[in-house]
């Protein structure tokens, strides 16, 4: 099973911690890893088809100064579509003047709905056309740009399609706000006042947050698995569609 991490917040906030313990999980998804940080409306999108163990990009990033408040990461376990840099998430489209970021852990069975307008596929994985069906599916529902809340509704209920053909955890952002979808297993959590320090599951590494933020910040986190082992993540119900905007999550609809 592939691994998500999504970050959104009220300020440009550092999300290596994060991705630290990610790509710690990189041993048993070693397919490909790939990260896209917002900034305004520009994007950093660094992706390879090399796990993030043993990936130059991944130590690049790793050292990176990004702070952004929007990031989405994925580290790959190859189910459909060769290992190739093509492959490799978060994808990303234009839509609206915007860039769309994407990714997704699941396996869809036989879900090749036509694609008819703009957005088609580089690769060939069931993520990368449901990616570009969502993207048409938005700007046929839509004539101009939507608010987040009628963003949302369609959302709610285009993911029903995918979703009846296996399984459709994803994270997609557009910048300004990022929704996360959980048909199987998803979990968020917010930080805010009064920080507090955290330290991850898989390695031996922490950080006392409350030396490094204000009292007004705030991040929502999604992840597959919970990342740090002494804050309270919490569960997605199957199904459950959020939205993470301004450091928090809530139900999208």
Known sequence: MCQLLGMNANTPTDVMFSFAGLAGRADEHKDGFGIAFFEDPGLRLFVDHHGAR?????ELVKRYPIKSGNVIAHIRKATQGRVA?????????????????????????????????????????????????????LAKAHAAVPTALELSRT???????????????????????????????????????????????????????????????????????PLTADEGWTAFAPGELRILRDGRSQPAV
Not at 54 to 58: G, P
Request: glycine fraction near 8%.
């Open 54 to 58: 043993h990936s130059a990009i991944a």
């Open 85 to 137: 840099l093509q492959n490799t998430h978060p994808f990303v489209r234009e839509l609206w003047g915007r860039y769309w970021a994407f990714a997704h852990n699941g396996d869809l069975k036989g879900f090749r709905p036509r694609l008819h307008g703009a957005f088609r596929p580089v690769g060939d994985t069931d993520s990368e056309h449901a990616f570009c069906w969502l993207m048409q599916e």
């Open 155 to 225: 959302l709610a209920e285009l993911c029903l399609a995918p979703a009846g053909h296996g399984s459709f955890n994803f994270l997609l952002s557009n910048g300004q706000a990022q929704w996360a979808h959980a048909s199987t297993r998803l979990h968020w959590l917010e930080r805010h006042h009064p920080f507090g320090a955290a330290r991850l599951r898989d390695q031996d590494l922490s950080v006392d947050f409350g030396a490094l933020t204000q009292a007004s910040d705030r991040v929502a986190l999604v992840a597959t698995e």
